[in-house]
């Protein structure tokens, strides 16, 4: 085994090197981004990776689900809620700061496979005195409200008094690094200590008063002593207007090893009472501390044991990929909360302030798939979310003159529509958002994502109890945002953006149309199947939603003569209504990165006047509805667009990674796939300071099973497995859920094997063409 | 001129050389010095020089005079309020950080003369971009409630957009640097903006509500621009929790500089109620910002210019004394508010934390000289605090079983004793501290003050209104104080300690038991005065005081029978019984810096059994009773005490300076004085960054005038001028107020001049034993 840490104990605790990422060297300009790699997060609360200690520049952030306020913002954003990472050493009375003393050694270690952040350090401060710090912490997935930090504190070559202040820090700000940006969400309800052990802060938001309560509390014991007999010998709680503070001294000695164990509890007024709030803290803490850390910390790895057990996926042959596939699925399936259908998954997760914590088309349409096929219970209550937002919905609709449900392009706890009207270009200039206004196809995608869980899992309760009436309101929404054009006897979507926002208020989107007649398409069958096998159901939901025979008919209408642009000639999908219009400009160089090159004469303050475009859009319509276009036009319109297509967007890459795979050109696809693994791990939208690129997480996941591992589902909802692997790799395998069975695909380059893990009953798979019945 | 700033109107503002104090290099180590060094105060309200844009390890502090609070201090302590000298400027976004950005130039100034503390700086940021900042501040003398901040920014190489943030700080703590004693004494009350212009913060202390109001606006117009019109092209406020922060941003232009003109206005519940602080606030802030900086500068200027026309004093051939002495009497004089009798000046003025705050027997016996003859209203104002606590002085005596009025050892705004009972030794040990148990002679030395004021001043309508009660009550105390042993038919004082803290439970202290008998007697001599002058008075408040003819006679035997040790063979007052029967140690051992080294063999855990003192006792004894004891008895007692003196406070060596000037002994008087004058300046105690040593500042003037000055008063109340030169003076002149008169005092090696400057009648003066009349 390697040796990591200093201690053995906590070297046994650190899983094989493929379970790993690693940060060898503290530094301010990269540190924020390692805050997001190292963000752990149970899908209830997001804790950045920032240190115990503090550090310059550091974007420390504590983000719980579903706790969203506005205040001095622009729009409701996810609150940056009081930090209770702190914990600060010193030594004799000098601070063990991280930018001011030397740091002699430096590691730390996201353990992936237990959801462990360690951390290793020797510190060398004004008076020479080295101390080693190194410990761990973790975010349980067994309890969402405990979390814990041990840290292992050895004076290396002096004995002296050591103080250490543990810290819930309520001075925290959104916004913190920008002067002109900064926003305060919170205010001190209480700061107090607590009876039984520990300190109290209680903050409340600023516009509903709602209430988040953290308890803490510390156990201070010579690592030898089993009995863990506290050493400190002067404690004192500090309520220093925001913070919270303990204080603790203690004798260092020399070469004696002692731990701090840091207990900490989180409840806020969405999980109890706000009169119970303080006493439900005080009681959990006391029952955490009084069992101590190892046995919540068991508890939590045997979850993700579980987790693991469905959503590893293998690459041999290289190393590289592998770990990389691992590092999106880790953070992907530790940002969801599948007990909460109140809350979904944020643009950027739990792991910073990027994109306001609002919730895109980016969940269901590029992290959906992932939870739909390893973890079916998130993935419904990720659509629960949804449904949960239905009443929101149907007002935004209102507000805007149509009928039905409109989902808000961005969304947040109250499920109106989140887009800010206003941000700025490069320059500093202000410049209209108008995705909040004109991004309608969200609509759809949701309607779509609702289909697509009940294919997978077929999960008629679901269906019947609150997916309809997702189709349904969203049907009735497109059927009145369908403008009919007599002269032409048919029926337009105009003034729309499209998935690529290069184009603003463009006419019949392919995209937005073409899913808008799918979901009204939808809807109409769902009727049709609701009357026939469960006509209970089909009175009970057309009388609360007043579905009429009329109603149906006028869907009818709409669905068969919505717009859809297209050169049947060239079998080539307009992108929207004089699309092809445009100036042509075909990208013909790649940087160092085989990333697109402007080309040359383009002016990129007026791309809507081209025909390049930011990313995939009828590209993205027909990866979506695969099963509604031929092969050939599947391949001519991926030809057309990819050459066109500058990918601004990190949804991008790895979109035409699986459309190339489909269509045969498997050029591309590695390094767009590597791109879109890498794109935090490397960092290479420099952006990932941020947050986490959730939806290019869940895309990096679809490459892999349904671009490489060639998972799709046919026009019959068959199962096929269509794969290819690059030349490193020697095999590939990956489970899946598939109408309530686990089922394993190992893929080398000689052949692929299906195998059922659990499950009953035979399930059909064609691979390759060749259909088999597995038992 | 000398040519310190960049911009000319800067320039001209500054005074001439000798009253400048530099700061030529940013440093972290030394910042927290000049700090203090730089603080302004104009006696109501004390800021400390730290930066506008904050610093590294800095102190900052915000003092108001008056207000205490307790909260979880050990004892009420002086509130560090809100901060409003925060102002940092961002260049397209970097902060402009002292620590992070390298100053290319640097410079600070603290113009004595006009009470203006300048800087100038040229800082280059990360991308190269430099931006000279200059500019003042300065607390006005003029209307306490009004501060000003004026910043000249320019941009040297670069276009661009500048941040700034102006911002009220009230994250503020007590003991910031200390984590382990860390106190809130603040919360907040109201943080918002105002109507018509700036932002508003409103603290309230934590057991007394008391409410501290600070409003600020900014003006932002450029240089050149005579009308001043506004540049910031955006402006946003921010209520940050405890931060109220105004946000603007204006386009930099290359080598155009932008002013910043920053008005503060601070108003207290101590001066106007509290539902009218923010009307108030807001109004004079409109007033301020409406009259702009120039004309307030002014009025503190001219009044500056009339303090100091009393208070200069010229050191001619000696530039260094001569500058080192200005600087004290700067920072004595800036730290009086003659007008608020509720208040008194500190140990550490309003220069920093250190004591708390808390006003000790340094105001009365070491800085009262200095106001009663330079600045008599002040000196009146300050005695009229002891009187305001008189109440609380009778409370302290009754508490502890005595009659009258005890003072306390250490006096905050209550008038109660507010000594810590505990403290820390050096290796961190917590000791006892028994100077608020047994340190009596503050009552005795307040009586003097009493007296030394009216001596001088014959204010007989303070004396007969406020001084009498003051004596007579402290002479009631001493005489409850005093325990008769019947078999030595004597009366003792017991268990105290004297000026050397060095011995404590001493029995019979020499300084103790001679001021409380020479206060019985000042209060027998004073209703004796009264019946016969004033019987009114004497009616009215032997009536008020319940001053029986009996309890005259009792005063009459105890002054009469309180025991001195004395050592009549020797001529040697004992310092207390026993004392010299403690193991005697003489020092022979100087370090480089002149100062005592311990002598070998000492137990320095165990000095209370040796004859080595703190500081001096008898000789201060001796100093400030000077007409009971002959030349001879001094000289004796001078040149024992000093061999046995380590001078572990920094109130000793002026003292001694004195004394040895006026028993002949030259030898050591210079380096004394310019110890005592440089102990901030040189920071020769090391401990300068907690605050100013004001007594230190007033015992320095006192060397000057009483030592090197020779002004003394006789026992028929006539003033002496018995002077001497140190070798490199040419000349000294300094003037006082001497009954009603002001008048002028020029020694030269030749001869000595006394002219009247001010004043009805003749003035009787010896000048070395000759008697002569001044018209």
Redesign the interface.
Known sequence: MVKHMFLEDVNNLISDDKWLIFQNEYNTEVNPRYETLFTLTNGYMGVRGTFEEGSEGERSGNFIAGIFDKS?AQVREIVNAQNWLRI?L?VE?E?LSLDKCQLIEFKRILDMKKGILFRSMLIKDSKDRITRIEGYRFISRSDLHRSAIKLFVTPVNYSG?V?I?SIID??V?NSAD???H???H???ADNSSLNKSGVYLETATIDDDIRIATGSAVRLYHYEDKEKNNIAK?K?F?????MS?E?F?FDGTENKTVVIDKFIITYTSRDVKKGLLKSTVEKELFAFAGEGIDKELQRHIEVYEELWSVADINIEGDEEADKALRFNIFHLMSSVNENDPMVSIAAKALHGEGYKGHVFWDTEIFMLPFFIYVHPKAAKTLLMYRYNMLDAARKNAALNGYKGAQYPWESADTGEEETPKWGFDYM?NPVRIWTGDLEHHITADIAFAVWEYFRATEDIEFMLNYGAEVIFETARFWVSRCEYVKELDRYEINNVIGPDEFHEHVDNNAYTDYLAKWNIKKGLELINMLKEKYPEHYHAISNKKCLTNEEMEKWKEVEEKIYIPYDKDKKLIEQFEGYFDKKDYVIDKFDENNMPIWPEGVDITKLGDTQLIKQADVVMLMLLLGEEFDEETKRINYEYYEKRTMHKSSLGPSMYAIMGLKVGDHKNAYQSFMRSANVDLVDNQGNTKEGLHAASAGGTWQVVVFGFGGMEIDKEGALNINSWLPEKWDKLSYKVFWKGNLIEVIVTKQEVTVKKLKGKGNIKVKVKGKELTIE
């Open positions: 001095d600060k010193y009375g601070e008094v103080g202040e309520g001075t700000l920008s002067p002109k900064r926003v305060k919170l205010k001190v002067f004192r500090l309520p220093l207007g925001e503070i204080y001294e500093g």
